[in-house]
């Protein structure tokens, strides 16, 4: 089990280096991630590497058993860089190159980048490939921006198009381009889509795919290198959680596990947005990950959020590895006195000193460590999965479909798509049960749950399997835009909900966006799910043909269609909601019955504001339970079980301080 820091040597005078090593130590840390953005300091001039800092760095903290992650510096050029080879800089949609000076402002797709790129993780790799302090490497630093314009990128989305399509005929059918007269004649014709929402939303499909490829095969040019040169060591990436740009399945992919930056909103959502985060990071490689940076303190780049209350980092830290994280880094060890993360504040601050968040993290790490030895080998092995499908990320994001205002308090602009996901992640947290986020497509068979929210894009196959899941006893949920679109995000001709009509016994004539202000009110038909809600923003007019209609609208005009439908077919049963519902109370409801159809009970059920999530392995389970709120809460658990926290055996109720946190052998 590794925990540490982000470190940065090459920002303080060596003469403090054995300090922070010494430090480190005394708080049980054993790993930092170091270099990722120290280019220049390696390789001053092109051609010429300069490793001895590094060298040095490295031995001092080995000294004190400390090891150590190395970042591929490429998401910031050195300037030499950009002043010998200007077309390295992202062209923006104006014509104009990025300004050098911010970080993150390369082409993908200019040759002269990414051989730069290959030379310097060559040298770095070959360098350090036997040094004993060295375990593993980060490639750059979350990929995804900037976007480029240029000529070069122009080029090779056209010979992606090429490779994907083989011809002008079939790009012209797969995008529709008869309307408006857009045929395609020359490749050459092809254009970058300057306005995602204006241009043929297939292209910009196309454009959004092809540039998380961008992502993806630069990446490939390191981890090569990398696994040629260092056999012995990892690689990871620091992915962004729900960050929309580059598919995190297909980046992963070259990747021996993932890691991920998780900086809690410090706002309403603090407690679900990481625990979606997380188990989207554990799906996207199908095992446990590590946390590569998380919130030491307030941080931001100009003004500053909140600082972590006593406790918090804690159950922040054992939130991630109840879902899965194995390493843990707080971003970063001491706030930097220069830069323009000057305000990103580490667990040390500006001074140097270990004061409390130093102690908080020590005390975490000391925690970590005495359960060490329970939690190798455990993973979560969830029962429910859920889908994440960065097409329908996309293919909201190219039209959103209903209005964005909403009654629950989130970014009205926020991508339809991760919203729906999000509200049943945020039932099934409350009910305390966990589930993995997978790639729609992958195989399902140990799920006895399986939701697919806002499934929009959805290729005839995957249709296919899903009806044959339910058939065969699965439980699956499907909502509102369920598939609408093929694979080129073209609209399907059947009637919805298309192939899944007859798992789901319903066919869909009508649909409606509900706009602000307007929402429409519902009844139950059933009490396997009682209550009466609101319906907002999208609005399926549902017909039964086979279904049990669980929720019907009550207007008028609305009258013998249903809200919500439940359907037995074959072994199994489809669920199918037709709108989002103001009220969490709906989605509690409504999960209680998926639960209860799927035969899948928690282990414990957590009041409001608690979390519970469990590790399994050869030698039983591990139940955590998180406070996530700031006052104490009692929990009903298992009698006689040991906290491996506290080493204490429970009673039949199981008191939680402010933000605490237990960890029972079940
Ligand atoms: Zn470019």
Known sequence: MYVGVDYYPEHWPKTRWATDAKLMKAAGFNVVRLA???????????????FRWLDEALSVLHKQGISAILGTPTAAMPAWVARKYPETLAMQLDGQRITWGVRKNNCFSAGAYRL????????????FAANPAVIGWQTDNEFGSPQCYCDNCKGTWQDWLKAKYGSLDEVNRAWGTHFWGHKVQTWGEIHMPADMHAHNPSLCLDWKRFWSWQNVRFQHDQTVILRRECPRHFITHNLMGFAPDVNYFDLSADLDHASWDNYPSLGGAEAYDPAASADLMRGVKGKNFWIMEQTAGPHGWGSYTRNPRPGEMRKQFFQQVGHGADGFLWFRWRSCTVGREQYWHGLLGHDGKAFRRYREAAQTAKDFHKVGKELAGTTVKAEAAMFYDYDSVWAFDIQPAYNGWNFFGANASANRYQEAVKRYHRAL?????????????????GY???LAPHQYVMPDPLAQQLSDYVRQGGVLLCDSRTGVKDATGLCH???LPGLLSRAFGIRIEEYEAL?????YATQSKTSGLPGAYQAVQTCDWITPEKAETLLAYKDWHLKGLAAVTQNKFGRGQGFYVGANFQEDAFYDHLVAGLLKAARIQPLVVPPAGVEATARQGANGTLLFLINHTEEPKAVKVPAGKVDLLTGKKTAATLQLGIYGVAILKI
Do not use: C, Y
């Not at 730069?116 to 360098?127: D, G, V």
């Not at 409350?430 to 497509?441: E, I, Q, T």
């Not at 706009?515 to 929402?519: C, F, I, L, R, T």
């Open 36 to 50: 990722e953005f120290a280019w220049v300091k390696m390789e001053p001039e092109e051609g010429r590497f300069d």
């Open 116 to 127: 730069l790129s290959q030379r310097i993780t060559k040298a770095m790799a070959q360098h």
């Open 429 to 445: 947290f409350r009910a305390g049960v966990n589930v993995d986020l997978v790639r729609p497509g992958q195989d399902l068979s």
């Open 448 to 450: 006895k749950l399986v």
């Open 493 to 495: 001709e059947r009637t």
């Open 515 to 519: 706009h602000e202000g307007v929402s």
